[in-house]
């Protein structure tokens, strides 16, 4: 009997009812784990890193089956991850639930091989007392609307950057949009509520119920199913509908914004509707069999057959084996130079894959324990797989096998390398009055193209006489990466100006994002694992990746990468017009050391590279071939695996030691002045390519101080756990380059013309958020905080002259989107490199470098701002 409630205060019964809640948290958290942890990751990729918000604009702006399939894997994994903790849930018989239900072997398949593998499903034992715990159940039917709203949460902060400029309040409609992602789940609620309800033959007071009131709540529940019905048809057309718009019409506008969340939204209901009436299919179909209600009847028996949990499973199985189909392709077109569609799917597919293989064999697991399943072959056969796995990672991590899977190829030096003394030879022969050195900051696909875009147009205002006075070029990741195309566009294409710009645009425009997450989760992961580490033919991504450049480079397919070595394919640019700049590729070695090749024969390596190592000369006459030895400078920690150098060790991206390049032409720099024949008198300008928008903030920030007077604008910091600050400090990248930068500003202001400093930002667009989150705190100066938001205003209204239509209508596309930090860049954000080349700062200071290109008389920097 259960106690009588009547003379329960409320909080007596609030507290019961809280009580409840967290034991039915308890358990849908032990059951839902795996599927939360996905969650997370999911959020965490899409949302926290910038390269997901190019990937969605890309999505909209490329083509319809990128999209389609986006949306196809969110609506797939709503399900399956709202769906697999029930077993969980009832086979490890959580909340003593274990006598509730029987399990049954069901064959819905039956040709060879699927009918040897059974699906295991439940039904709830007959006459039982249980009481199913409807809170839990209701918690994990929220999963799948929580992965919809992460969903829709990745939309609104991949169009923020554009949405906060337009003339309508953005803050206001994002909130409601959020709001808006309760409602579901509160109407699931009340509706499951009132099912049970009308369900009931006891009272509370477990009483029964007078048998003309059953009867009428019978009718009110057939009801309840018939307009449910009728509800599941009209928001399943209304999605078809909205996703046809969305796919063949919706772009990148506000317009296309509200079409897309709005079809998301239509989504979130069509899996509301189909939880609420899955088990009831055959039932409410019955219910129209009138003329009139033939749509509806023939749209409810199209899934009527999924009542069957066997059926419903084999689901699962086919999104499956769509994501398996879909993942191999990429996978092929990733190793074969082919197609790929966007990232998103990919990874979204991934997640399905691998949560389906993980959330079968728990479940699995667990049946098989309860049913006393452990001495069937399937089981032995399960446990010796997982044997073998373990046995295998055992293997690869504990054990003394060497790990060939990023292992870069070597190849023989020709000994017919440029050698020091007659690089310096040229120098020496050169009658320009301003010799230069060209350091590029790193950052993804942003950093190259924005390096390849500005070398370019000097290369063009100067008619090639820029790199021909530029004694060095180095950089750090996609700044490095940037540069040593340039010096293969130029060995191919040498001053065919308009002709580079082609293989730019072209070189800018492939997707290497899909390449990195396709091989990422898939071969790469596998071949870690012994015996597939050892060389097997295979390699892996970054390789494929500088496959896909050297390609476009050379116009001409190849499957595998040059064997040149990098110093003779340097040679080859060097020869193609008498000169050319010498070529630092900077990487980070594992003892905290520096990586480098110089593509000079130098003397002695340590008298001009302190605390480096020589990767360019390796023992016993061995070299890295060009690409593979560009390749080491861009592999990003976590995200790109590190280069492995037989004999010397792990190799990963320069920015961990100096994201900008500075140290390396500082280096050069200092290694001549030590010969006063070399450089003489000469002027040096040093021309430093940045394109971070952190990096940018900066520079409005303390050029507002400057025009104002401000020595320091007053902030409430956000207080910060330790640990954070002690990552947030350790994972800056500018910590060094930030020093060089400030090093060599004083040094020009001290020099009286004999030092030049350039410094090419990529402008960006800054809002008051972005400056209070470079500050880590809101400005608490009323006064300051106002001029500041009139100084950025000004700020961007150049920006915005130069990448938008004046009288833009709502649906009319953005045709820009400022670059993110990735592998892949959408059209829009291409459009922005080209259109922002024309800003007037770039402009004075492109200006001002082709003066000293030309000029022959010492000049002091006149107009400071040039500098920056």
Same mark, same amino acid.
């Given at each position: 009997?259960?106690?009588?409630?009547?003379?329960?205060?409320?909080?007596?019964?609030?507290?019961?009812?809280?009580?409840?809640?967290?034991?039915?948290?308890?358990?849908?958290?032990?059951?839902?784990?795996?599927?939360?942890?996905?969650?997370?990751?999911?959020? *965490?990729? *899409?949302?926290?890193?910038?390269?997901?918000?190019?990937?969605?604009?890309?999505?909209?702006?490329?083509?319809?089956?990128?999209?389609?399939?986006?949306?196809?894997? /969110?609506?797939?994994?709503?399900?399956?991850?709202?769906?697999?903790?029930?077993?969980?849930?009832?086979?490890?018989?959580?909340?003593?639930?274990?006598?509730?239900?029987?399990?049954?072997?069901?064959?819905?398949?039956?040709?060879?091989?699927?009918?040897?593998?059974?699906?295991?499903?439940?039904?709830?034992?007959?006459?039982?007392?249980?009481?199913?715990?409807?809170?839990?159940?209701?918690? +994990?039917?929220?999963?799948?609307?929580?992965?919809?709203?992460?969903? /829709?949460?990745?939309?609104?902060?991949?169009?923020?950057?554009?949405?906060?400029?337009?003339?309508?309040?953005?803050?206001?409609?994002?909130?409601? /949009?959020?709001?808006?992602?309760? $409602?579901?789940?509160?109407?699931?609620?009340?509706? !499951?509520?009132?099912?049970? +309800?009308?369900?009931?033959?006891?009272?509370?007071?477990?009483?029964?119920?007078?048998?003309?009131?059953?009867?009428?709540?019978? #009718?009110?529940?057939?009801?309840?199913?018939?307009?449910?019905?009728?509800?599941?048809?009209?928001?399943?057309? $209304?999605?078809?509908?909205?996703?046809?718009?969305?796919?063949?019409?919706?772009?990148?506008?506000?317009?296309?914004?509200?079409?897309?969340?709005?079809?998301?939204?239509?989504?979130?209901?069509?899996?509301?509707?189909?939880?609420?009436?899955?088990? #009831?299919?055959?039932?409410?179909?019955?219910?129209?069999?009138?003329?009139?209600?033939?749509?509806?009847?023939?749209?409810? @028996?199209?899934?009527?057959?999924?009542?069957?949990?066997?059926?419903?499973?084999? =689901?699962?199985?086919?999104?499956?084996?769509?994501?398996?189909?879909?993942?191999?392709?990429?996978?092929?077109?990733?190793?074969?130079?082919?197609? =790929?569609?966007?990232?998103?799917? $990919?990874?979204?597919?991934?997640?399905?894959?691998?949560?389906?293989?993980?959330?079968?064999?728990?479940?699995?697991?667990?049946?098989? +324990?309860?049913?006393?399943?452990? #001495?069937?072959?399937? %089981?032995?056969?399960?446990?010796?797989?997982?044997?073998?796995?373990?046995?295998?990672?055992?293997?690869?991590?504990?054990?003394?096998?060497?790990?060939?899977?990023?292992?870069?190829?070597?190849?023989?030096?020709?000994?017919?390398?440029?050698?020091?003394?007659?690089?310096?030879?040229? =120098?020496?022969?050169?009658?320009?009055?301003?010799?230069?050195?060209?350091?590029?900051?790193?950052?993804?696909?942003?950093?190259?193209?924005?390096?390849?875009?500005?070398?370019?147009?000097?290369?063009?205002?100067?008619?090639?006489?820029?790199?021909?006075?530029?004694?060095?070029?180095?950089?750090?990741?996609?700044?490095?990466?940037?540069?040593?195309?340039?010096? @293969?566009?130029?060995?191919?294409?040498?001053? &065919?100006?308009?002709? /580079?710009?082609?293989?730019?645009?072209?070189?800018?425009?492939?997707?290497?994002?899909?390449?990195?997450?396709?091989?990422?989760?898939?071969? &790469?992961?596998?071949?870690?694992?012994?015996?597939?580490?050892?060389?097997?033919?295979?390699?892996?991504?970054?390789?494929?990746?500088?496959?896909?450049?050297?390609?476009?480079?050379?116009?001409?397919?190849?499957?595998?990468?040059?064997?040149?070595?990098?110093?003779?394919?340097?040679?080859?640019?060097?020869? #193609?017009?008498? %000169?050319?700049?010498?070529?630092?590729?900077?990487?980070?070695?594992?003892?905290?050391?520096?990586?480098?090749?110089?593509?000079?024969?130098?003397?002695?390596?340590? &008298?001009?590279?302190?605390?480096?190592?020589?990767?360019?000369?390796?023992?016993?006459?061995?070299?890295?071939?060009?690409?593979?030895?560009?390749?080491?400078?861009?592999?990003?920690?976590?995200?790109?695996?590190?280069? !492995?150098?037989?004999?010397?060790?792990?190799?990963?991206?320069?920015?961990?030691?100096?994201?900008?390049?500075?140290?390396?032409?500082?280096? $050069?720099?200092?290694?001549?002045?030590?010969?006063?024949?070399?450089?003489?008198?000469?002027?040096?300008?040093?021309?430093?390519?940045?394109?971070?928008?952190?990096?940018?903030?900066?520079?409005?920030?303390?050029?507002?101080?400057?025009?104002?007077?401000?020595?320091?604008?007053?902030?409430?910091?956000?207080?910060?756990?330790?640990?954070?600050?002690?990552?947030?400090?350790?994972?800056?990248?500018?910590?060094?380059?930030?020093?060089?930068?400030?090093?060599?500003?004083?040094?020009?202001?001290?020099?009286?013309?004999?030092?030049?400093?350039?410094?090419?930002?990529?402008?960006?667009?800054?809002?008051?958020?972005?400056?209070?989150?470079?500050?880590?705190?809101?400005?608490?100066?009323?006064?300051?905080?106002?001029? *500041?938001?009139?100084?950025?205003?000004? !700020?961007?209204?150049?920006?915005?002259?130069?990448?938008?239509?004046?009288?833009?209508?709502?649906?009319?596309?953005?045709?820009?989107?400022?670059?993110?930090?990735? +592998?892949?860049?959408?059209?829009?954000?291409?459009?922005?490199?080209?259109?922002?080349?024309?800003?007037?700062?770039?402009? &004075?200071?492109?200006?001002?470098?082709?003066? =000293?290109?030309?000029?022959?008389?010492?000049?002091?920097?006149?107009?400071?701002?040039?500098?920056?």
């Amino acid at each position: 009997m259960k106690p009588n409630t009547k003379n329960k205060s409320w909080i007596e019964s609030s507290i019961d009812a809280l009580h409840h809640f967290v034991r039915s948290f308890k358990n849908f958290f032990k059951s839902s784990f795996l599927s939360l942890l996905v969650i997370t990751i999911i959020l *965490l990729l *899409l949302t926290q890193m910038d390269q997901a918000f190019t990937m969605m604009v890309d999505l909209i702006e490329g083509g319809w089956f990128s999209l389609l399939l986006a949306f196809f894997f /969110i609506n797939a994994l709503a399900i399956a991850l709202s769906h697999y903790p029930i077993y969980t849930y009832y086979a490890s018989g959580l909340n003593n639930s274990g006598d509730y239900t029987e399990w049954h072997e069901k064959n819905p398949i039956r040709f060879w091989p699927f009918k040897r593998y059974p699906i295991f499903v439940f039904t709830a034992k007959k006459d039982t007392t249980y009481v199913p715990d409807n809170w839990a159940n209701y918690l +994990r039917y929220f999963i799948g609307l929580l992965i919809h709203g992460v969903w /829709i949460h990745f939309i609104i902060s991949s169009f923020k950057p554009n949405l906060i400029f337009e003339n309508f309040p953005f803050a206001i409609v994002k909130g409601i /949009i959020y709001m808006f992602l309760v $409602i579901p789940f509160v109407l699931y609620i009340y509706i !499951k509520e009132k099912e049970v +309800r009308l369900k009931r033959v006891k009272d509370k007071q477990n009483k029964p119920i007078p048998e003309q009131v059953q009867q009428e709540n019978i #009718k009110k529940l057939r009801a309840l199913y018939k307009r449910l019905g009728i509800y599941y048809f009209i928001i399943a057309l $209304i999605m078809i509908l909205l996703l046809i718009v969305t796919i063949f019409i919706g772009n990148f506008s506000p317009g296309g914004f509200f079409l897309i969340i709005l079809t998301s939204y239509a989504f979130i209901f069509n899996y509301l509707f189909f939880r609420l009436l899955r088990t #009831k299919l055959t039932l409410v179909k019955s219910m129209f069999t009138s003329a009139v209600a033939l749509p509806v009847n023939l749209f409810l @028996g199209i899934f009527s057959g999924m009542q069957k949990s066997e059926n419903y499973m084999l =689901l699962f199985y086919f999104n499956f084996l769509i994501a398996f189909v879909f993942l191999l392709f990429s996978t092929l077109s990733s190793i074969n130079g082919g197609h =790929l569609v966007n990232g998103i799917p $990919i990874l979204l597919a991934f997640f399905y894959f691998y949560y389906f293989i993980i959330a079968s064999l728990g479940k699995y697991f667990f049946v098989a +324990r309860k049913n006393n399943l452990q #001495k069937t072959k399937r %089981y032995k056969l399960f446990l010796a797989g997982t044997a073998i796995a373990v046995v295998l990672i055992f293997i690869t991590n504990f054990s003394n096998v060497e790990v060939t899977t990023h292992e870069l190829d070597l190849v023989e030096n020709t000994k017919s390398e440029i050698t020091e003394q007659v690089f310096l030879d040229s =120098l020496k022969a050169k009658q320009d009055n301003t010799l230069f050195f060209i350091a590029s900051h790193g950052g993804g696909l942003k950093a190259n193209v924005w390096t390849l875009n500005v070398l370019n147009k000097l290369q063009k205002s100067t008619e090639g006489k820029l790199l021909n006075q530029t004694i060095a070029l180095s950089g750090a990741s996609g700044g490095s990466l940037g540069l040593a195309l340039y010096t @293969g566009l130029y060995k191919e294409d040498g001053l &065919d100006f308009d002709k /580079i710009q082609k293989k730019i645009d072209v070189l800018s425009r492939q997707n290497y994002t899909s390449l990195d997450l396709s091989l990422t989760f898939g071969l &790469d992961t596998y071949r870690k694992i012994w015996p597939l580490s050892q060389r097997i033919g295979l390699k892996d991504r970054p390789y494929y990746a500088m496959i896909k450049y050297q390609n476009n480079i050379q116009n001409t397919p190849h499957e595998k990468l040059s064997e040149v070595s990098f110093r003779d394919y340097w040679k080859s640019a060097f020869t #193609k017009h008498g %000169y050319f700049p010498s070529l630092i590729m900077n990487t980070a070695g594992t003892k905290g050391n520096r990586g480098i090749l110089w593509s000079v024969k130098q003397e002695n390596f340590n &008298d001009i590279f302190p605390y480096a190592e020589n990767l360019a000369d390796l023992e016993n006459n061995k070299t890295l071939p060009y690409y593979q030895a560009v390749s080491t400078t861009n592999r990003f920690p976590v995200f790109s695996p590190a280069a !492995k150098i037989k004999g010397y060790g792990h190799y990963i991206d320069a920015g961990a030691i100096d994201n900008s390049g500075l140290l390396g032409c500082l280096d $050069i720099q200092n290694y001549l002045q030590t010969n006063r024949k070399i450089l003489r008198d000469k002027q040096i300008a040093y021309i430093e390519i940045i394109n971070s928008k952190t990096l940018y903030i900066n520079y409005l920030v303390e050029l507002f101080k400057t025009e104002n007077n401000f020595d320091n604008i007053p902030k409430n910091e956000n207080e910060t756990d330790n640990i954070v600050v002690d990552l947030q400090t350790g994972l800056n990248l500018d910590k060094i380059p930030g020093y060089l930068s400030d090093y060599i500003n004083n040094w020009e202001e001290s020099q009286g013309g004999n030092i030049r400093y350039f410094k090419i930002f990529m402008p960006h667009k800054v809002s008051m958020d972005d400056v209070e989150s470079f500050f880590g705190g809101k400005i608490t100066d009323a006064e300051k905080a106002t001029l *500041l938001k009139g100084f950025l205003a000004e !700020k961007n209204t150049v920006i915005l002259n130069l990448t938008e239509k004046p009288e833009k209508s709502f649906f009319d596309p953005w045709e820009f989107y400022e670059p993110t930090l990735s +592998r892949h860049l959408s059209k829009s954000s291409l459009n922005y490199v080209h259109a922002i080349l024309n800003h007037p700062l770039l402009r &004075d200071q492109f200006k001002e470098i082709e003066t =000293l290109v030309n000029t022959q008389v010492i000049e002091e920097n006149k107009n400071p701002e040039t500098a920056f």
